[in-house]
């Protein structure tokens, strides 16, 4: 489940609870089944398909002496599919676009009497503001908090606008009530499509801020806001909650990088040194069809501006194999901008036409399958290569880890992330619970240990947990 689904999960949940509904792991005692979905890329509708279809069959068997099992699917998928799902699924009984979670309870209570309920509406306002989300992954004692919803970008192979609307962002206020009442938790991130074009515009007093001023070789296809509370304000006030609370945001687009973020980013302890830019590809004239608004040119000087900036940062990037019209050329373009930018994280994907977008209504996908997934497998490929380079430079250095749970390898192993939001695994075992101290401590959820990394690979660190520590 990708992170906007997990918000939007938490956020719909709040509003089930405070009805009664009681959530459940044992699909057959459930009474209602929503399913969080996702239309970004083509195989997460399918895997939705996949599992609609098995749920049909749970219905279709389920005793006479259980009330009649509710199947409902909720986010971007209700919106863009609402026609077919409800066609082809005779059986489904609710949908719910992205803005229509505080209908649930009526859709649901509408369901109950048997109808097929929809609201696929989208909001030019629903941002869920006074809905604090109820948190339901707390293990590893991180969450993810909503600072807006939307996009304005309009990149053309994008659906994001056409599911989730135009962007809108939540006020200051709102957000920091809910990082305040997450103070047990130890790791937050700042969740939005669009992170970094953030402004509030909710109070009037707040509408005095300059408009947003692009780097060279960047723009954008809509007017930049005028006047509020800008993603920087927003970030130091987050950072300032709590000094032990590790502070993350997604996602962001290359053309909102104004200074002060990024000597925010270098300046405080508790604000990851790591940064997210979705390159996407490494051809000018393939980022020009795509209309991301910037070119490889612009996008290396910022590469190179952020890590002067704040030195060892970590990159992640976004990367589409085979858009429409690439050209093996292109694809080596994109090939050289991996290896000249040397990424931590990487997400690379096979493109897949939405319908919808720019794309589908202008351009042709044209690039044969096999051809998208062999240039998917070579750009994987270059950035397992560069990304194990750079994990090795750190093997004999202490890196500061927050612990999230037993590796998925072992039961004898811890798993958790450093700053820059690599893996590290160690094994589980008592540690001092500071410098120089004689007495040990059982490691974690949520605790911080200093770990000695020993070996590397292009997905993960390996290492030897030393002591307990604190963030700063």
Same mark, same amino acid.
Request: proline share 4%; net charge neutral.
């Given at each position: 489940?990708?992170?906007?689904?997990?918000?939007?999960? $938490?956020?719909?949940?709040?509003?089930?609870?405070?009805?009664?509904?009681?959530?459940?792991?044992?699909?057959?005692?459930?009474?209602?089944?929503?399913?969080?979905?996702?239309?970004?890329?083509?195989?997460?509708?399918?895997?939705?398909?996949?599992?609609?279809?098995?749920?049909?069959?749970?219905?279709?068997?389920?005793?006479?002496?259980?009330?009649?099992?509710?199947?409902?699917?909720?986010?971007?998928?209700?919106?863009?599919?609402?026609?077919?799902?409800?066609?082809?699924?005779?059986?489904?009984?609710?949908?719910?676009?992205?803005?229509?979670?505080?209908?649930?309870?009526?859709?649901? %209570?509408?369901?109950?009497?048997?109808?097929?309920?929809?609201?696929? &509406?989208?909001?030019?306002?629903?941002?869920?503001?006074?809905?604090?989300?109820?948190?339901?992954?707390?293990?590893?004692?991180?969450?993810?908090?909503?600072?807006?919803?939307?996009?304005?970008?309009?990149?053309?192979?994008?659906?994001?606008?056409?599911?989730?609307?135009?962007?809108?962002?939540?006020?200051?206020?709102?957000?920091?009530?809910?990082?305040?009442?997450? %103070?047990?938790?130890?790791?937050?991130?700042?969740?939005?499509?669009?992170?970094?074009?953030?402004?509030?515009?909710?109070?009037?007093?707040?509408?005095?801020?300059?408009?947003?001023? &692009?780097?060279?070789?960047?723009?954008?296809?809509?007017?930049?806001?005028?006047?509020?509370?800008?993603?920087?304000?927003?970030?130091?006030?987050?950072?300032?909650?709590?000094?032990?609370?590790?502070?993350?945001?997604?996602?962001?687009?290359?053309?909102?990088? +104004?200074?002060?973020?990024?000597?925010?980013?270098?300046?405080?302890?508790?604000?990851?040194?790591?940064?997210?830019?979705?390159?996407?590809?490494?051809?000018?004239?393939? &980022?020009?069809?795509?209309?991301?608004?910037?070119?490889?040119?612009?996008?290396?000087?910022?590469?190179?501006?952020?890590?002067?900036?704040?030195?060892?940062?970590?990159?992640?990037?976004?990367?589409?194999?085979?858009?429409?019209?690439?050209?093996?050329?292109?694809?080596?373009?994109?090939?050289?901008?991996?290896?000249?930018?040397?990424?931590?994280?990487?997400?690379?994907?096979?493109? %897949?036409?939405?319908?919808?977008?720019?794309?589908?209504?202008?351009?042709?996908?044209?690039? +044969?399958?096999?051809?998208?997934?062999?240039?998917?497998?070579?750009?994987?490929?270059?950035?397992? $290569?560069?990304?194990?380079?750079?994990?090795?430079?750190?093997?004999?250095?202490?890196?500061?880890?927050?612990? $999230?749970?037993?590796?998925?390898?072992?039961?004898?192993?811890?798993?958790?992330?450093?700053?820059?939001?690599?893996?590290?695994?160690?094994?589980?075992?008592?540690?001092?619970?500071?410098?120089?101290?004689?007495?040990?401590?059982?490691?974690? +959820?949520?605790?911080?240990?200093?770990?000695?990394?020993?070996?590397?690979?292009?997905?993960?660190?390996?290492?030897?947990?030393?002591?307990?520590?604190?963030?700063?």
């Amino acid at each position: 489940m990708n992170m906007m689904n997990v918000s939007d999960t $938490e956020v719909a949940w709040s509003f089930l609870q405070k009805k009664g509904y009681q959530r459940t792991t044992d699909l057959g005692q459930a009474d209602v089944i929503l399913l969080v979905t996702c239309s970004v890329r083509e195989k997460a509708e399918k895997t939705i398909w996949n599992r609609l279809q098995q749920l049909v069959t749970l219905k279709k068997k389920r005793p006479t002496s259980l009330p009649p099992l509710k199947i409902g699917i909720l986010g971007c998928m209700a919106e863009r599919l609402k026609t077919d799902l409800l066609e082809r699924e005779k059986l489904l009984d609710v949908l719910a676009g992205p803005d229509a979670y505080r209908d649930l309870p009526r859709l649901l %209570s509408l369901a109950e009497g048997g109808q097929q309920a929809v609201n696929v &509406l989208l909001s030019l306002e629903e941002t869920y503001a006074d809905v604090i989300p109820v948190h339901v992954h707390s293990q590893a004692k991180t969450a993810f908090v909503s600072i807006m919803r939307g996009c304005d970008n309009m990149c053309s192979y994008c659906i994001v606008p056409f599911t989730r609307g135009r962007e809108r962002s939540r006020p200051v206020a709102s957000i920091l009530q809910e990082v305040r009442m997450l %103070s047990d938790q130890v790791e937050v991130t700042l969740l939005g499509q669009n992170v970094n074009s953030y402004r509030d515009t909710s109070e009037v007093q707040f509408c005095t801020a300059e408009p947003t001023q &692009l780097s060279k070789g960047f723009h954008t296809l809509y007017r930049n806001k005028q006047g509020g509370l800008r993603f920087a304000t927003l970030l130091e006030a987050v950072s300032n909650v709590n000094p032990e609370m590790r502070i993350r945001f997604t996602s962001p687009h290359p053309k909102d990088f +104004p200074d002060e973020v990024l000597q925010l980013i270098h300046e405080k302890h508790n604000i990851c040194k790591q940064i997210h830019l979705p390159a996407q590809s490494g051809s000018n004239r393939v &980022l020009q069809a795509m209309r991301r608004g910037y070119t490889r040119e612009a996008y290396l000087e910022l590469v190179d501006h952020v890590r002067t900036i704040i030195p060892g940062v970590s990159l992640s990037s976004d990367f589409i194999a085979g858009f429409c019209d690439e050209t093996e050329e292109d694809h080596w373009e994109t090939i050289s901008l991996m290896r000249a930018v040397k990424y931590n994280v990487g997400y690379l994907f096979a493109y %897949s036409m939405r319908n919808k977008t720019h794309a589908f209504h202008r351009l042709e996908d044209n690039v +044969p399958g096999e051809v998208k997934q062999r240039r998917l497998e070579e750009l994987i490929g270059v950035f397992r $290569e560069e990304a194990s380079k750079l994990n090795c430079s750190v093997v004999g250095s202490t890196q500061l880890i927050l612990v $999230e749970g037993v590796s998925k390898r072992s039961r004898d192993e811890l798993s958790g992330r450093t700053d820059g939001n690599i893996k590290v695994i160690f094994p589980d075992v008592k540690i001092p619970i500071a410098d120089s101290s004689q007495d040990t401590a059982a490691v974690k +959820p949520g605790d911080y240990v200093v770990v000695k990394i020993t070996s590397a690979g292009s997905q993960s660190l390996k290492g030897v947990p030393l002591r307990h520590a604190t963030l700063h």
